[in-house]
Structures are given as structure tokens and as C-alpha cells.
């Protein structure tokens, strides 16, 4: 049977083979067609998700999942194993990206070209790492991931609106703009609109907590409710309460990485984030991770000035602007952050040999 359907998936025997014995497999599997932009060409990608946990080619220290990605872009596979490598050297094994190899694939016998495999994006041990809640639970305090997300009123997934506050701000580039709202994906299980709702309320009153600490130096916090209130009396700093509700290192290290890769779609999608409100959280603040589509990044020639963390021009209807790193990056505090990871990474060799 052809696999053409991005939401229906295909039966079907996936094998591993003309590989070495260990990583020879023949287990079964759906397989359908994934992606946005890159699902319209001739060479589509594709989503694997076995009926057992496997592990495929050694990947991710030879751990077992049923779901993998084979990536395949119209115009270049590189970009994407590039941007995976670079993910790996920058974030260290503290925050997940996908491992990834380059395969041959055929469909029915039809050899369709070179791909990448990789991991999907999910909640899952040593991937997003945070609590999935089993059917029918219905509490707010679980794991949640989440995307930036342009495609999201498209897609089966649950969504909500960051409207960044409406502000207008100047960048540190001197460019001023206003931000534009955008769509958020949620990517892990909810089973109720209570669940659906705080992860929303909760998205927008980060971004609120870091826009005031970077931008007016002006401390703020969740209470209990999750509302976004005065942290005077509780953080002496507008760094100290940002950095009680954000993760901002992993922001720093992922904007470092957007930075080398000058991507188009650094604001508009691909853009992921997680939070655990569960009792075994390790992951209570908000925490940017598992980079991931490339296939529009190295387009421009390098040059000295800053990409990611400034305003992006407009193409045709959409502002790729990515808020966080841009108000993130006007508080000194932050892009001390900043300067000093790249400092680090800039004296070894691993940014070299990646």
C-alpha cells in the first residue's frame, strides 16, 4: 500500500538491514506522511511509530521507542544533520535534541533516496522529560510540551494564543517593532480544556515575567494560582525573578544555536518548550529544548551582526520574529549568559569537530 496520508497510518513491516547485525530489525509498524512545507514535494518525509518500543540503528545509546522520524527535505539533507550536530556539541546532554543518521529507504520495494533518520519530538524517558499524564487524568499538574507553531489551526493538536502583550520594544539592533501574537501547539496528552487553558495562562505569564525583568527591570512572579504578580519583597532582582520561573540558560544555549544556523523559521515554528507541575518534576521551570527543523536554516551569508535575537524581516504574511530571545537579550544579565557558553564553547574543539 503507498503511503500517502499524513493522518492515517500505513501497516506495515519496517526492516533495518545491509547494517550490522545488531541493528537488524524486522518489526511491525504504521508508517504515514509527516511534516508541513517539506510533505508537499515528490519526496515526502514519514513518522514511524512501532507497535513495540524499538531502537533503530544504535540511536540515542541504543534506547527503545516506538516513534521515529525519517526526515527528507527537497533541497538538502545537510542542513538538518548540521543543526542536530551543533545541538548535541551547544547543549551538552543537559537539554534533549534528536540523534540522527543518515539511511537509505525504500517503500515497497522502491528506493525512494537518502533520508535522516532521527528521533520524534516527545514526551518520553530521556527525551522531553517530563510527567505524561495516563488517559482520563484530568489535573493541571503534569508535564507539558509545547510549540511555536504556524501550522497549529491545521493540525489535530490542542492550541492557544501568545499574544506577547502587544509590546512594542526596540531590539538590540536598534530596530523597533511590535510583536505578533502567535500559536502555540501542545504536543503532549491533555485530556481536559482545565489542562488545555493553565498550560496557555501559564505560557503567557512567562513571557511576561522575563518581558518585565528584561525590558523594565521590574520583578514579577506566579503565586499560587499561577497569576502573574509583584515579586518585591521575594526576589531582590528582576534576574533572580525571571530566572525562578525560567530555565534561562536553556534559552541562552538554544539562541547560541540559532544564532551559528540562521534560521528563517527561528520565531514562527519549531520552537519548543516543556514544563513538568508534577510531584517527580525535574523540570519546574520553564525550559526551551529539542531543537529541530533546519530545512530553511544557512540561507544567508554570515556576517557580524546578531540574527536570532533581533526582528526578522517579514516573509510574504508571517513575522519569524522569535519574542523570547529578543527581549531575553536586551537584559545584560541574560547575554552575560550568553557570552559566557559561547566563551566556553569557543575554546574547545568540539564547535570545530561538529
Known amino acids: 500500500e503507498e503511503v500517502l496520508s499524513k493522518e492515517e497510518y500505513v501497516t506495515s513491516i519496517v526492516e533495518v538491514l545491509n547494517c550490522d547485525e545488531e541493528f537488524e530489525l524486522s518489526e511491525a509498524a504504521g508508517v504515514r506522511v509527516r511534516g508541513n512545507s517539506t510533505a508537499e514535494g515528490n519526496e515526502k518525509p514519514y513518522r514511524i511509530k512501532f507497535d513495540k518500543k524499538q531502537n533503530m540503528l544504535g540511536l540515542h545509546d541504543g534506547k ?60 518520553a524517558d530521556d527525551r522531553v522529560d517530563v510527567y505524561e499524564p495516563k488517559e482520563g487524568e484530568t489535573q493541571s499538574e503534569i508535564g507539558y510540551l509545547v510549540e511555536i507553531d504556524h501550522y497549529a489551526k491545521e493540525g489535530d493538536e490542542y492550541y492557544f494564543n501568545v499574544d506577547y502583550l502587544g509590546a512594542e520594544l526596540t531590539d538590540i539592533s536598534g530596530k523597533t517593532n511590535t510583536f505578533v501574537p502567535a500559536d502555540y501547539s501542545i504536543k503532549s496528552d491533555t485530556f481536559s480544556d482545565e489542562q488545555r487553558e493553565f498550560i496557555g495562562k501559564y505560557i503567557n505569564g512567562a513571557f511576561k515575567i522575563l518581558y518585565e525583568a528584561a525590558e523594565n527591570n521590574n520583578p514579577m512572579m506566579f503565586d499560587e494560582d499561577y497569576n502573574v504578580v509583584s515579586a518585591e519583597g521575594v526576589y531582590e532582582t528582576a534576574e533572580e525573578a525571571a530566572a525562578a520561573a525560567i530555565d534561562l540558560e536553556s534559552l541562552a544555549f538554544l539562541l547560541i544555536h540559532d544564532e551559528l544556523i540562521h534560521d528563517y523559521d527561528v520565531g514562527e515554528g519549531s520552537f519548543y518548550m516543556a514544563v513538568d507541575f508534577s510531584e517527580s518534576s525535574t523540570m519546574e521551570k520553564l525550559t526551551f529544548t529539542a531543537p529541530w527543523d533546519f530545512n530553511w536554516a544557512y540561507n544567508d551569508s554570515p556576517n557580524r551582526n546578531f540574527f536570532a535575537c533581533t526582528f526578522q524581516p517579514e516573509i510574504g504574511e508571517s513575522d519569524r520574529s522569535n519574542p523570547w530571545y529578543i527581549v531575553a537579550m536586551k537584559a545584560e544579565w541574560f547575554s552575560e549568559i550568553v557570552k559566557t557558553k559561547w566563551a566556553e564553547l569557543y575554546e574547545t574543539d568540539a564547535l570545530k569537530n561538529a
Do not use: H, P
Open 64 to 123: 527503545e521507542y516506538k516513534n521515529w522520524v525519517l526526515l527528507k527535505s527537497n533541497w538538502n539533507l545537510v542542513m538538518d544533520y548540521m543543526g542536530f550536530t551543533l545541538a548535541d556539541v551547544i547543549l551538552e546532554d543537559r537539554y534533549y535534541s534528536s540523534d540522527c543518521t543518515f539511511v537509505n529507504v525504500y517503500i515497497n520495494g522502491k528506493f525512494k533516496g537518502i533520508y535522516l533518520l532521527c528521533e520524534q519530538n516527545q514526551i
